[in-house]
């Protein structure tokens, strides 16, 4: 834990951002130092060529495009965190993207989170895109934990500790997907997660535009049947094993 100037215990935050972006540097520090939130940035930099860890033929064979640059960059942005939380002492983090505007319950909900016991390896921070969810917990403020069929988009917010980041070290080695599909693979690297809701933070990119730059892949028939044929099993093994986690949430409920 870190002590703030108002002697309140946070979880060390991280903010992932490039070095030249000087305006989101600010617009984030300026809300975590109101807060009276310490955190450091993560110096990330923008890549120029395609790193080895990169599987070019794989995901041209199952998706038929490629990541671009950007999505790998922000890929290895958050595997160096979480690299770095590993060779730390401490038992987890807040990371945060730049582009995030921070309710007035963020510091608070941060301490609780803190104070978890539950095995939650990896919690959201906001509950957007999520789909078919159900409670697995709440927060004294009475903020709702939830479990989902979908789980939420992106990686704007979240604490991480060290076990789950052991865990996607060794799984995420190889880049194959962008970062948050990589997350959203739980019926194969089984790290229990969570969302918060009502939302602790949004994402603005409405203000900050994107530095990702994903553009619509053109794929001929062979492709587009293909990545159909990979995508219809990813739904089918989600759903199987969120499935199971409610079953088995709904039993632990009932033996109660």
Not at 126 to 154: A, T
Request: aromatic content about 10%; glycine content about 6%; some cysteine.
């Amino acid at each position: 834990m870190t002590n703030s100037s108002q002697g309140a215990f946070f979880l060390p935050v991280v903010v992932i951002s490039l070095l030249e972006s000087h305006d989101r540097r600010s617009y984030v520090g300026e809300q975590l130092s109101k807060f009276g939130v310490p955190f450091r940035f993560y110096d990330a930099t923008r890549l120029e060529t395609y790193p080895p860890q990169y599987d070019a033929v794989t995901r041209m064979k199952n998706h038929g495009n490629h990541m671009n640059l950007s999505e790998v960059g922000c890929y290895g942005s958050h595997y160096q965190t979480w690299q770095q939380l590993v060779d730390s002492e401490d038992e987890a983090w807040c990371i945060l993207e730049d582009d995030v505007e921070l309710s007035d319950r963020f510091a608070p909900v941060l301490m609780q989170v803190a104070a978890l016991t539950q095995p939650y390896g990896f919690i959201r921070l906001y509950d957007y895109g999520g789909e078919g969810s159900w409670q697995i917990g709440r927060l004294p403020d009475g903020s709702v934990l939830k479990d989902h069929r979908k789980q939420p988009f992106g990686m704007q917010g979240y604490v991480i500790h060290r076990e789950a980041a052991k865990t996607l070290l060794a799984y995420a080695e190889r880049i194959l997907y962008p970062i948050d599909d990589v997350l959203n693979r739980n019926w194969e690297h089984r790290i229990p997660m969570a969302s918060i809701s009502p939302d602790v933070l949004k994402h603005r990119n409405d203000l900050m535009g994107t530095t990702i730059g994903r553009e619509k892949a053109k794929r001929n028939l062979r492709q587009k049947l293909i990545r159909e044929f990979y995508m219809g099993r990813d739904s089918l093994n989600r759903r199987i094993y969120a499935w199971r986690r409610r079953e088995k949430k709904t039993a632990s409920d009932t033996a109660i």
